[in-house]
C-alpha cells in the first residue's frame, strides 16, 4: 500500500483532511524488525514515529545500560514523551524499541511541532496520549511501591500478551528482569512458581498464559 492509503485507513477518523495530507506529504513509511532502536537516549528527537502496525517498548535509559520498561505503543499511537521532548527541542531520556515487526510513519519532529498549532486533532491526539500514558506510568510506580513482585510479573506478562494478540509471550526471564529492573534468579523463581499453579506454562523463551 501507498503511504497516501495506509494513512486514510488508519487515520481518518482521527484526524481531519488537511493533516492527512500532511502527514502523506512528509512521512516517511518504514519497517523494522523486533529490537531496532527507533530512538535513543541522548539524541535530539528529529523524527515521530507514528505506528501503523506493531508494538514497539518505551524504556527509561540513563545511557549507561541501566533502563527500566515504561509502557508499549501500538497502532495509530506514538510516544507523547518524545513528542514532548521535540517540542521542548530536549534531547531525548527514553529509548524506542521494537518488539515485533513494525511498520510506522517517522515525521520530522519540526513539521509535527507546526500541527499543535494548526490542527485541533492533533492538540487531541497528543492530550489523549499524555493522559494514557501518563495514568500507566503512575499505576506503575504504584505497583513497585506497594505491589510484590509477582504481582507485576504476572501483570507484566498480561499486558504484553494483550498488546501483541497473543498468550504467547516471547520472552527470556533476563528480558524480563531487565525490564523491570529485579534479578533474573528472582524471575525464574517466581516463574517456575506460577508454572506449579498452573498460571503459566514455561518454553524455550516462550512463557504461555494458561
Known amino acids: 500500500m501507498k503511504i497516501q492509503e495506509i494513512v486514510s485507513t488508519y487515520f481518518s477518523s482521527t484526524f481531519e483532511n488537511n493533516l492527512l495530507q500532511e502527514i502523506s506529504t512528509y512521512g516517511i513509511l518504514k519497517n523494522a524488525e523486533p529490537d531496532k532502536i527507533i530512538l535513543e537516549v541522548r539524541r535530539h528527537v528529529e523524527l515521530i514515529p507514528l505506528i501503523v502496525t506493531g508494538v514497539v517498548k518505551v524504556k527509561r535509559r540513563d545511557g549507561k545500560g541501566n533502563g527500566i520498561f515504561l509502557h508499549y505503543l501500538s497502532s495509530k499511537q506514538t510516544s507523547a514523551i518524545a513528542l514532548t521532548f521535540a517540542v521542548e527541542r530536549k534531547k531525548s531520556e527514553i529509548r524506542i524499541e521494537t518488539e515485533s ?20 486533532s492533533w492538540r487531541s491526539f497528543y492530550f489523549k496520549l499524555n493522559r494514557e500514558q501518563t495514568s500507566f506510568l503512575i499505576e506503575k510506580i504504584n505497583d513497585i511501591a506497594f505491589e510484590k513482585l509477582e504481582y507485576r510479573i504476572v501483570k507484566y506478562l498480561e499486558t504484553t500478551s494483550l498488546v501483541n494478540n497473543d498468550n504467547v509471550v516471547e520472552k527470556k526471564h533476563f528480558d524480563i528482569a531487565r525490564d523491570l529492573k529485579v534479578s533474573r534468579e528472582a524471575v525464574s523463581r517466581i516463574l517456575e512458581k506460577l ?14 498464559l494458561n
Open 101 to 120: 515487526n513494525v511498520t510506522y510513519i517517522a515525521i520530522p519532529s519540526e513539521v509535527v511541532n507546526s500541527w499543535f498549532v494548526k490542527y485541533s
Open 195 to 208: 508454572e506449579k499453579e498452573e498460571v503459566v506454562t514455561l518454553g524455550r523463551n516462550r512463557i504461555i
